[in-house]
């Protein structure tokens, strides 16, 4: 698309029908609140795989059966779809995308709210607080990371992650719960017999390791305490806030906040608040202003259980999102000034539950006449429900089973036999030593990039179909793992990276408002809507 077209598609855009919100002119029709709900990577399929195992599974872990998207719909909620392509391509990125739900103008990959032509654009949030209202960012990755950033910075590249930490704190975006300490601290903390490692260390009463990224001496936390905020780090500090506070700063980790699976396991000896927990805070504090608040909470780590092609954690960070929203949905159950909306900036994986010429099930015989004589069976196999159970059951994310426990083996201890005995431990999709030497198995990398982030391996997993579609190389071993267990799973996964999908987009709230998104959307429209939500208090 040239420019030219831009500029039509933008008075296009500006041109759609301002919401009726104040046409009938009854107080309790505003919309005071916006809470935006975004699964990174969360396409249709893997909403299908919550909700499938919701319907499926033995005995799942949801009340009823009832998933909060299928309750969302059953209270009424308006149901819509967007596309989520990037400004110029088919495919698209976390940066783009959410850049685009944020600005409602169109991005290109990699950019954290800028437009298509490079220049700065105002987001929602930042509308937002422009009107008065509170802001808030909780998000289960970094702060800085793609889709929180893209709604309070402005950079060119997704990667500069220490300039987003400085535009989040300059955009004072009110309460901001999420990981990434390494983007906050100085770079001098790197140092362990540094004073401001030690003081670091007893600030954060030791939950986090002490590791900085940044290139420089600043330490954001201390300018945010100057602007402010309270600061905590883990969940007793993130309770002893009061609610009454206004600005918050809680970041509980390093890197990311840990994947569905460990929350899980760990959630009631955990030091680390939840996604749900972050979001109950969030709101407790966001709701004491009078003249509303914009909240988009992201739960990131879709997307990665996603990339890494990991189904059994995928369900977990499912399991995750389910959670919070359900929390959300309670909170604002009967509130006619609330608008929730639950969507994706795309789909990741190309994941899906598959029929296979594997292991066809034995004849059955069934009750009806049709099949009295010869009993029934399938011509494939369609993927016994059983197998939705032993996903859950997953001990380890495939993360943790390569990078964490067999590296850090001895090199010599690093055989094939080793990876076997570790998988089959975690998972109940059990693998041979012939299959662990192939996702251990190596080549040359034929993508070779000098100097880029992803491709710079001389040396790469061994992938034999679709190598260029799986781009973050040195985690490649996961996805080799899942190409084992696809049959046994009924899984198929088509690369590792994103598909251009279109997503769902889930809204809840005043029927009037909530029906103008029942229609076919790209992201920058659906974030146009939610600017005009914004604006129509
Ligand atoms: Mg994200
Ligand atoms: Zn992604």
Redesign the pocket.
């Known amino acids: 698309m040239n420019k030219i077209c831009f500029h039509l598609l933008s008075l296009a855009l500006l041109a759609l029908p301002s919401l009726s919100i104040q046409a009938d002119g009854q107080s309790n029709n505003k919309i005071k609140n916006v809470i935006l709900i975004i699964g990174?990577?969360m396409g249709p399929a893997q909403i299908g795989l919550l909700e499938t195992y919701a319907r499926q599974a033995t005995n799942p872990v949801i009340e009823n059966r009832i998933t909060a998207f299928t309750r969302m719909l059953n209270e009424g909620a308006a149901l819509g779809i967007s596309m989520t392509y990037a400004a110029n391509v088919m495919g698209t990125?976390?940066a783009s995308s959410a850049t685009q739900l944020a600005t409602g103008k169109a991005a290109r990959p990699d950019t954290i709210g800028i437009d298509s032509d490079g220049n700065s654009s105002v987001t929602a949030l930042e509308i937002a607080k422009k009107l008065g209202k509170s802001t808030g960012l909780v998000s289960d990755v970094r702060l800085t990371h793609a889709t929180p950033a893209s709604f309070a910075a402005h950079q060119a590249s997704r990667t500069m992650e220490n300039k987003i930490a400085i535009d989040l704190l300059t955009t004072g975006v009110d309460v901001m719960l999420s990981g990434g300490l390494r983007h906050w601290i100085p770079e001098q903390a790197n140092d362990k017999s540094s004073a401001i490692f030690k003081q670091l260390t007893e600030l954060t009463t030791g939950s986090i390791k002490i590791t900085s990224k940044r290139k420089d001496q600043r330490n954001l936390l201390m300018e945010a305490q100057q602007a402010g905020y309270q600061l905590a780090f883990n969940k007793q500090q993130l309770d002893a806030i009061s609610e009454q506070s206004g600005k918050i700063l809680g970041i509980f980790s390093d890197s990311n906040l840990p994947n569905g699976i460990k929350a899980h396991r760990t959630k009631n000896h955990s030091t680390i608040p939840t996604l749900k927990e972050m979001s109950a805070k969030a709101l407790d504090v966001l709701q004491k202003n009078d003249q509303g608040f914009f909240l988009m909470i992201e739960a990131g780590l879709i997307?990665w259980a996603a990339?890494d092609n990991d189904t059994g954690t995928l369900l977990h960070e499912m399991l995750k999102i389910n959670e919070t929203l359900n929390y959300v949905l309670d909170w604002a159950a009967k509130r006619e000034d609330t608008m929730v909306i639950v969507t994706a900036d795309h789909e990741?994986g190309g994941f899906g539950f598959s029929y296979s010429a594997n292991n066809i099930l034995a004849s059955i015989s069934l009750p009806g006449a049709a099949f009295k004589e010869t009993g029934y069976q399938s011509s494939f196999n369609y993927g016994a429900t059983q197998i939705l159970d032993k996903l859950y059951n997953q001990k380890l994310s495939y993360d943790d089973m390569l990078s964490k426990v067999f590296d850090s083996l001895d090199s010599e201890q690093k055989t094939p036999l080793a990876l076997m005995k570790i998988i089959n431990q975690n998972t109940e999709f059990k693998i041979t030593e012939q299959q662990a030497a192939r996702v251990l198995a190596t080549e040359q990398n034929d993508y070779y990039v000098a100097d880029h982030k992803d491709l710079s391996l001389k040396q790469v997993p061994k992938m034999d179909v679709n190598d260029a579609f799986f781009v973050y190389q040195s985690d490649n071993r996961r996805n080799l793992l899942a190409i084992e267990v696809a049959e046994q799973q009924s899984v198929v996964w088509s690369n590792g990276t994103?598909t251009a999908s279109p997503v769902l987009v889930f809204v809840k709230g005043n029927k009037k408002v909530s029906d103008d998104f029942v229609r076919f959307m790209w992201q920058p429209e659906l974030g146009q809507k939610i600017i005009e939500l914004i604006k129509a208090d």
Do not use: A, I, L, P
Request: aromatic share 0%.
């Open positions: 990174d990577g990125d976390s997307d990339h990741t994103h």
